[in-house]
């Protein structure tokens, strides 16, 4: 069985794209691969956190993890910083990388570009290197990531090649397995951008544990488009076929099927809304039930934290024998 691996940000609160995009294919993965999942706390850390806040939301992804369907018995699921191995690892790959391809990294570019680069934090310089030994250090055979990672998912295979060159083959080559087109979803205030955490405004983004009401609201006040026809075309009418591929998503159709029989953008939006309530009612109830018990989740973090070191410490010692460091007896 091929081994995936993926790792998922505690910032913010997962929205309906990170569910739809990603979430519900981690639960259809767990069956068919050996499937790792990582809440990756410590990336989190790269720009200041409050340390309380940083505590519940990490706990908060795991329980909407495990409400979304991964079961802890079929796939492994832990806390990055549960799992010592992956700094120990991340220092030894620091030691083949280089500045200047870091230096290209696109996020880092961007993100130090609003700071400057001089005050702009090293953990943030060096993110892609933790991310590839979280990947290397599970031999993965595939990482399903968004496309926005696709570059950092390069990097990784050129420090896994490097390392292995220059030390023998110690780590496995990972894959990238960006989802195919499937479903975008895109903001609801600014339908041209991807739904993201980081959005300007939060009336853009649609929560997976938001209460019904809230959900309707942020749907029903979606910008939409010049005109009053209801047609699939992203280019043309990016507001309504937003709507469209959320409503296809929900009741598992086709966005060009869902348009026909609407005439008004109003009804679209109801039904949308009541269509989302209705996909995400079996999460927030699972969520609810783990949320009442914090204890069970630990106890489960536990386990996986268990199995994935199993596994880690294996590859993190192959590792530095290969590169010279004398074991201790
Ligand atoms: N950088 C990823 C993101 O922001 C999160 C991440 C960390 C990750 N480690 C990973 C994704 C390992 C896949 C594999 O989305």
Redesign the pocket.
């Known amino acids: 069985m091929s081994r995936v691996?993926?790792?998922?940000?505690p910032t913010g609160g997962i929205h309906l794209g990170n569910y739809v995009g990603a979430i519900r294919q981690y639960v259809a993965d767990q069956y068919v691969h050996d499937a790792f999942y990582?809440v990756?706390d410590l990336?989190a850390l790269t720009v200041p956190r409050d340390p309380a806040d940083l505590r519940a939301k990490t706990m908060e992804t795991a329980q909407v993890l495990l409400a979304a369907g991964l079961d802890p018995d079929v796939c492994t699921l832990f806390v990055q910083s549960h799992v010592h191995e992956h700094t120990e690892l991340a220092w030894l790959l620091e030691c083949t990388a280089s500045v200047g391809e870091l230096r290209r990294m696109t996020q880092f570019k961007d993100k130090a570009a609003r700071g400057g680069e001089e005050s702009a934090g090293v953990g943030l310089f060096t993110?892609p290197v933790?991310?590839a030994a979280?990947?290397l250090i599970y031999d993965a055979d595939r990482?399903p990531?968004?496309d926005?990672?696709r570059q950092?998912l390069e990097f990784t295979r050129d420090l896994a090649a490097r390392f292995n060159s220059r030390y023998g083959p110690v780590f496995k080559v990972p894959a990238a397995a960006i989802p195919k087109v499937g479903a975008r979803i895109m903001d609801l205030q600014t339908p041209t951008a991807k739904m993201s955490k980081s959005a300007l405004s939060p009336q853009g983004t649609a929560l997976v544990l938001e209460p019904p009401e809230v959900l309707t609201r942020k749907i029903k006040r979606a910008v939409t488009d010049t005109g009053t026809e209801v047609r699939y075309d992203p280019v043309t009418k990016p507001g309504v076929s937003n709507l469209l591929e959320l409503l296809a998503v929900a009741t598992g159709r086709g966005p060009e099927e869902v348009a026909t029989g609407y005439t008004q953008y109003g009804p679209l939006k109801a039904d949308t809304a009541a269509a989302v309530i209705e996909l995400l009612r079996p999460v927030q109830e699972r969520y609810r039930e783990l949320a009442g018990d914090p204890g069970g989740t630990a106890a489960l973090l536990e386990k996986g934290a268990a199995k994935a070191r199993a596994v880690a410490s294996v590859t993190l010692a192959r590792a530095k024998e290969a590169a010279g460091l004398l074991a201790p007896r």
């Open positions: 691996l993926s790792g998922i940000q990582c990756v990336h993110y933790l991310m979280d990947i990482v990531v968004g926005d990672q950092h």
